[in-house]
């Protein structure tokens, strides 16, 4: 065989050269097994030889077969891909050798459901495809291996007839063998129906081929597909190659236009389907012959008349026949009758978008128009939904049906939920139909309806049954909303119901009278509070700040209420701070179980308690004093976990004190007597509450607070080498137990000047004994006593009333007011007594009656102590009057001509009898402003050691700038103003710590 025509230059045998094989690989999969051959043949054309049977060569092809040791070729290239390779693969001669292309043809078995449609040029006058078996119909696309040599050719019968053999054979026994033949109208050929592409062999490599003796001819197969064809001047290689097949493609295979005839033909069928399936009579249908149709038409570029048409059909459907059936049930039936043309509108469309995919990925794509499916949602949103009657309609059917709900009636939600889908659905990835049509008049109608039940609610009802209305209006509607509306309904429509029930009217429910916040409040309404700040948190902090500033506004005037008492006299400084820590907690409850610890109100109720309690300049020396009765033994029955728990609320107004230091000079005073008078309850409470102070406020405010303890200790250990002392001396302390405690004047709130006071002669000389011994022992240091913190035990004798003095006076205690008549006989007490009590007992060993001039003039103790002593002896409780006060006078206040008298008639029954002390009412205006005094000197050295920390570290400072520093470091114990600061810089310049720079008088430098 010759596969380029050329006769050979010599005549001879036909010789058969086999080469290994090779594997194909198909489109489905399958192997194609390839037995390579050369056949050369005799060049003479006018007969026919037949070649032995022994050097017959077999081309074998089989299908899903695997030959050993064959490697798989890559998948099968792009058509245009392909194209290329065609117009490279050649044959070559070099020397005396053949050379092949080492590419190898692929053929590919494809499965029939994935070929391409038959074109329209196969079509009879009915529509359907011609049944017909050729070489190069699209029917069954061929492998054409031809020969145009001389000797014969390839007639059409014998064309048609292989082409049809070899099909069978291959796809009906999957093995084909083809030999060569002597019979007269056959030559050596091969045809193997396979894809639609002519496939040539191309040359082997060099190593894979032997050497040839036969003289160099160039061998060349063409690849040519009948809908791959590249122009005229490939038909003309084709048909000088392979004449005899030219008109079988130049008639079927390259003609790619389309009669108009047939894309009528066509169009009619496609429309007919589409109205069938309108109709609902799409069972007899073939769908996969409508999708041919409409590939075809768009692949011929009909694909605009396929589209338009496709819409005219539509729209003419939507217009005559479903538009009207929806209007004719306009006022019966109307929402199911259009809900069911919707859904049967919907699944036409689905399957007519089956019909037409094609369409939607090529032409649609390409021309950048809406899909066949949105191209059914725009017509019917516009022929049947935008309807103005029935848009109209629907829209009041909407309304209507959630107005009747909203009043009690049973509605169909179903209906209402597929229209609201409607809706949605033909806005095509947007809301804006279903915003237009229903939502908004849908909020706006609620608006409106809530604003006039709004004004019905709160004309019938008080705050707490409006609040719970309310909350049901909204859970109506979110559950509506959640049931049938669209999901982004529902936080809208909320919204509406929140604005026209609550935000519209938020001042008179919170100050409604006689139910409203304040109402709730005095009453301890918890559950009615909790439900009005639930349904208030609805708008956030616009909402919640209403309530807020109404119960921060009843919470100032509570506070006010009780500083204004204190300051009436009406209250003593333990009940003053009791009733704030009262208040403290009742709103501490509504806070936790009402206001779910809201930080808002959390805040606003600690800066109402600042507010309140800095009003009164007097409320850090009452909080000491109230701590102090809390941590002294015998504090009224309470418990250790009681105590516990006050502190903890005391603390927690200690935080809102903003003078701490003040705080801390007084807590100094009342600890030392504590712990110098031994009536603390215990040590550990005492060290637990410094310990809280620390934690506030750091160690160098409790820094002194601690060191008293350590003199405590101290001087116990002092006091038993004292005793050691006396006993090794032979001392005489005259009858007195002396016990003494060694402060550190640093340590110790003691006064600067040693009190006045005449200690009597037995306790002096005893003091003068230790005092002897401990400067003996520790030279250098100095001994002040401080009586106002001693106290005293007293061996006291009382002889009984002798009856002339039975009505000498009134005021002396009758003999029922311990149950008991008035004793005769001789009784013995221990009485522990402050010192200055002690002093003033004494007095009476010499003298029977003395005036409170006389008492001062003899002991020298200062006024108010001596009124508080003198009150504690006289006008204490009946069992621990030890003096009787004849007055003229029937007031509290001692007067300096008031007489007093020891009572005889004094009886109790405990051996060991404590005089306490009358209950501290605060300083008196002098000692307040002296502390005061005192107060503001400290902080002036706090202060100004504060600038001279920040300097010392800036070294250069602007005054605006050191001031906001030196704040920020002494907020935690006061507010010094920048009036104050600024006094303190000028003392330090002039003490010359800091100077101005010469550029700027407003910049301070630190100066080493």
Not at 171 to 196: D, E, F, K, L, M
Not at 298 to 312: P, Q
Request: charge should be positive.
């Amino acid at each position: 065989m010759n596969l380029r025509g050329n006769p050979p230059k010599k005549e001879g045998k036909m010789r058969i050269r086999a080469f290994p094989q090779r594997t194909l690989r198909g489109s489905l999969d399958h192997l194609v097994n390839v037995e390579e051959a050369v056949i050369i043949r005799s060049t003479n054309r006018s007969r026919s030889r037949t070649v032995p049977a022994g050097q017959q060569t077999r081309r074998t092809l089989a299908l899903g077969e695997e030959q050993r040791g064959v490697q798989p070729q890559p998948q099968r290239p792009e058509p245009h891909q392909q194209d290329l390779e065609r117009e490279n693969i050649a044959s070559e001669h070099h020397g005396s050798r053949w050379r092949y292309s080492s590419r190898l043809p692929q053929m590919h078995i494809r499965d029939p459901r994935l070929q391409p449609p038959e074109p329209l040029n196969n079509l009879n006058i009915h529509g359907q495809y011609r049944s017909r078996i050729a070489a190069g119909s699209n029917n069954f696309p061929q492998l054409n291996i031809g020969e145009g040599g001389g000797g014969g050719g390839i007639g059409r019968n014998a064309e048609s007839g292989a082409a049809s053999r070899t099909h069978r054979s291959i796809v009906g026994h999957r093995h084909a063998r083809v030999h060569n033949s002597n019979h007269s109208q056959s030559v050596p050929g091969i045809v193997a129906a396979t894809q639609p592409q002519s496939v040539r062999f191309p040359q082997p490599s060099h190593q894979n081929r032997g050497s040839s003796n036969r003289s160099p001819t160039q061998a060349q197969a063409a690849l040519v597909s009948p809908s791959e064809s590249t122009g005229e001047s490939r038909l003309k290689e084709i048909g000088h190659k392979y004449p005899l097949w030219l008109p079988e493609y130049k008639r079927k295979a390259f003609n790619a236009s389309m009669d108009e005839k047939y894309v009528e033909t066509i169009w009619a069928s496609l429309k007919n389907a589409i109205q069938e399936i309108q109709k609902k009579n799409n069972s007899g249908l073939s769908f996969e012959q409508l999708y041919r149709n409409a590939y075809n038409m768009v692949l011929h570029k009909h694909g605009n008349r396929l589209y338009y048409g496709l819409r005219e059909v539509v729209s003419e459907h939507l217009e005559l026949k479903v538009r009207q059936e929806v209007l004719e049930n306009l006022h019966s039936n109307f929402l199911p009758k259009l809900n069911q043309a919707w859904t049967d509108h919907q699944t036409s469309m689905v399957m007519i978008r089956d019909i037409l995919m094609y369409m939607d990925r090529v032409y649609v794509q390409q021309r950048e128009v809406d899909n066949v499916y949105n191209l059914g949602l725009i017509l019917f949103r516009d022929q049947v939904v935008r309807h103005s009657e029935i848009q109209k309609a629907l829209r009041e059917k909407l309304l209507g049906m959630v107005m009747e709900e909203r009043h009690g009636e049973a509605i169909n939600h179903l209906a209402i939920k597929n229209a609201c889908t409607m809706l949605i659905t033909l806005g095509i990835n947007s809301r804006t139909v279903y915003e237009e049509d229903f939502e908004k008049p849908f909020l706006a109608q609620s608006a409106a309806f809530y604003k006039f039940e709004s004004q019905n609610f709160l004309a019938e009802n008080n705050a707490g049954v409006y609040i719970k209305k309310v909350e049901a209006r909204i859970t109506e509607e979110s559950s509506r909303a959640a049931l049938y509306l669209d999901k982004d309904t529902e936080p809208r429509i909320v919204r509406v119901v929140e604005e026209e029930l609550i935000k519209k009217h938020m001042r008179p429910i919170v100050e409604m009278e006689n139910s409203g916040v304040v109402y709730m409040i005095k009453n301890s309404k918890t559950e009615d509070l909790a439900c009005t700040y639930k349904l208030f948190s609805r708008l956030k902090e616009e909402g919640l700040k209403v309530i807020a500033d109404t119960m921060s506004a009843y919470l100032r005037e509570q506070g006010r209420m009780l500083v204004k008492e204190e300051e009436n006299g009406n209250t003593n400084p333990i009940t003053f701070v009791q009733n704030l820590l009262d208040l403290k907690d009742r709103f501490d409850q509504f806070l936790v179980h009402s206001f779910s610890n809201d930080r808002i109100f959390k805040n606003v109720i600690s800066s109402d308690f600042e507010h309140f309690l800095n009003l009164n300049n007097k409320s850090p020396e009452y909080l000491s004093l109230f701590i102090d009765d809390k941590l002294k033994k015998g504090g009224k029955g309470m418990s250790e976990q009681e105590i516990e728990s006050i502190l903890d609320k005391t603390m927690v107004l200690f935080r809102f004190l903003l003078e701490k230091d003040v705080f801390e000079r007084y807590y100094k005073t009342h600890l030392a007597k504590r712990l110098l008078l031994n009536k603390s309850v215990s040590d550990d409470f005492e060290k637990n509450m410094i310990s809280k102070l620390k934690t506030e406020c750091g160690c160098q405010f409790t820094s002194k607070l601690e060191g008293m303890f350590k003199d405590m200790s101290v001087s116990n250990t002092i006091m038993d080498e004292f005793k050691n002392y006396v006993v090794n001396n032979n001392l005489s302390l005259v009858g007195v137990e002396l016990t003494v405690r060694i402060l550190t004047t640093g340590f110790w709130p003691t006064q600067t000047a040693t009190p006045n006071c005449n200690i009597p002669v037995a306790p002096r000389e005893a003091f003068e004994i230790f005092k002897s011994f401990y400067l003996n022992k520790h030279s250098g240091r100095q001994l002040t006593l401080q009586p106002q913190m001693g106290t005293s035990y007293i061996n006291a004798v009382f002889y009984g009333r002798k009856a002339a003095d039975s009505d000498k006076d009134k005021d002396a205690p009758s003999s029922s007011s311990n149950g008991c008549t008035v004793p005769t006989t001789t009784r013995k007490h221990i009485l522990q007594v402050s010192t200055y009590q002690m002093c003033v007992l004494l007095l009476f060993n010499n003298r029977d009656v003395l005036t409170y001039d006389d008492i001062q003039q003899e002991t020298d103790i200062p006024g108010r102590e001596l009124v508080r002593a003198l009150q504690s002896l006289s006008m204490g409780k009946p069992a621990q009057r030890l003096l009787v006060r004849n007055s003229k006078t029937k007031t509290k206040e001692i007067e300096p001509t008031d007489e007093f008298y020891v009572n005889d008639a004094f009886v109790s029954k405990f051996h060991r009898v404590k005089i306490q002390t009358v209950a501290a009412k605060g300083e008196s205006e002098p000692e307040r402003k002296e502390t005061r005094g005192k107060v503001d000197e400290d902080r002036k050295h706090e202060i100004e050691a504060a600038i001279v920390r920040i300097m010392k570290a800036r070294k250069r400072m602007a005054h605006n700038l050191l001031v906001s520093d030196v704040t920020t470091q002494l907020k935690s114990r006061f507010l010094p103003s920048p009036v104050f600061i600024k006094k303190r810089i000028e003392g330090l310049i002039e003490r010359e710590y800091l100077q101005r720079s010469p550029e700027d008088r407003k910049v301070y430098i630190y100066l080493a």
